[in-house]
């Protein structure tokens, strides 16, 4: 009813406020966010927050998100990968940096079932990940 688009909009309205501030909130902060027992809102908003810190952290939480209950939250995570693949991987210069890289080389396989061979291998290029799973 009313209270939960009432929800949806102050949640909007405050994530609007914040994406310019994102990288000063810590980050176990807005991964918590993203927890299960969140509503569907808080949970897109810390999707929102993480997905404008860094890159990295963006494609980390996308990869984490490829599998989701959350229709909503999957479907995004899923076309935000894409869209960066296709807009905006080949800017990113710098490497994640070596906790990333471990958390991406473990993410990307995981999603490997899920978004296939090519769109894996083109994300470990990119992250500058080795072609085949590391065994870190």
Avoid: K, M
Wanted: hydrophobic share 40%; glycine share 4%.
């Amino acid at each position: 009813g009313d209270e939960s688009c009432t929800g949806w909009l102050e949640t909007r309205r405050a994530v609007a406020g914040l994406l310019p501030h994102a990288g000063d909130i810590p980050q176990p902060l807005l991964e918590a966010l993203l927890t299960q027992p969140n509503p569907p809102n808080i949970r897109l908003a810390g999707y929102r927050l993480l997905a404008v810190v860094d890159p990295w952290l963006r494609l980390i939480t996308d990869l984490r998100l490829v599998d989701d209950p959350d229709p909503r939250l999957r479907a995004a995570a899923r076309a935000d990968l894409t869209a960066w693949l296709h807009w905006e991987a080949a800017t990113v210069y710098r490497c994640p940096r070596p906790d990333q890289a471990v958390a991406l080389d473990h993410l990307v396989e995981h999603a490997r079932p899920i978004l296939g061979d090519h769109c894996c291998t083109l994300l470990r290029f990119h992250a500058s990940l080795t072609t085949t799973r590391s065994t870190l």
